[in-house]
């Protein structure tokens, strides 16, 4: 009922940004906590932030802390990932992901989102 579909990602050199969209269909109402994660190749799938339905709370991984922001805007059905000072580590897999029981406490771990965008790859060169 509920499909993702991502966009944004693509090849940018280190200190770069890119802003990485995730567009809900299928469901008018359907404004569910929104989780961005990353999986580089070799590794497991890891959390990067979460956003409430509303937009006004959100959380993140240390490790993008400062550098990336999670914003909504439930009009257009969309969730973004704006990614700042980009380096090599940061390449991955991007995949959005949503919390359809709507979860009060936010989500960071995969197996708290039942439904997931097809993911778009980030690469970021040195």
């Known amino acids: 009922q509920v499909q993702l579909v991502e966009s944004g990602g693509g090849l940018i050199q280190a200190g770069g940004s890119l802003r990485l969209s995730c567009v809900l269909s299928?469901?008018?109402?359907?404004?569910?906590?929104m989780g961005w994660f990353r999986q580089a190749p070799g590794k497991e799938r890891e959390f990067v932030g979460v956003?409430?339905?509303?937009?006004?709370?959100?959380y993140y991984a240390d490790s993008v802390k400062g550098r990336f922001t999670i914003s909504r805007d439930n009009a257009k059905n969309s969730v973004y990932l704006q990614m700042n000072s980009l380096n090599p580590e940061d390449t991955a897999v991007y995949y959005c992901?949503?919390?359809?029981?709507?979860?009060?406490?936010?989500?960071?771990?995969?197996?708290?989102?039942?439904?997931w965008g097809q993911g778009t790859q980030v690469t970021v060169s040195s």
């Open positions: 992901a949503a919390d359809r029981r709507r979860s009060i406490v936010l989500g960071t771990r995969e197996y708290d989102y039942d439904c």
């Open positions: 956003i409430n339905w509303t937009g006004g709370s959100t």
């Open positions: 299928g469901s008018t109402f359907s404004r569910f906590p």
